[in-house]
């Protein structure tokens, strides 16, 4: 049960998140801290949704089949790390010689992106 009140709670703020993409990416590329700005939430280990797989049901009117719970949870896993890792480079597109306004927006909109694949 913890492990899927852990995805749900995810999901939640993940959904927070997405819904103020702009203020995201505002938050991600500024030079100083946005205390509001949205912040992407702890990755759910791809371990958790091998052990939620059992418990997988299929969902007609999503278009949804259980048998595709773990290439999901792939995709989520690959998406949320990107944009974890976009994130992680536009705060530091700042940083040293090469460091600039733009690639801090830039890196930021990549997370943005990123942050986005996750809910589908």
């Not at 280990?45 to 595709?68: C, G, H, I, W």
């Not at 792939?74 to 530091?92: I, P, T, V």
């Amino acid at each position: 049960m913890k492990d899927v009140l852990l995805v749900q709670e995810t999901a939640s703020q993940l959904k927070a998140c997405t819904s103020q993409l702009a203020r995201f990416e505002e938050g991600l590329s500024a030079a100083d801290p946005i205390e509001d700005a949205p912040k992407l939430p702890p990755q759910i280990s791809f371990k958790v949704f091998q052990t939620l797989n059992s418990r997988a049901n299929d969902v007609p009117k999503e278009n949804f089949e259980a048998d595709d719970f773990l290439g999901l949870a792939a995709e989520y896993a690959e998406h949320a790390g990107a944009a974890r890792d976009y994130a992680k480079l536009a705060k530091m597109g700042r940083v040293g010689e090469n460091g600039s306004e733009e690639v801090a927006v830039f890196y930021a909109k990549k997370a943005a992106e990123e942050a986005k694949e996750t809910e589908k």
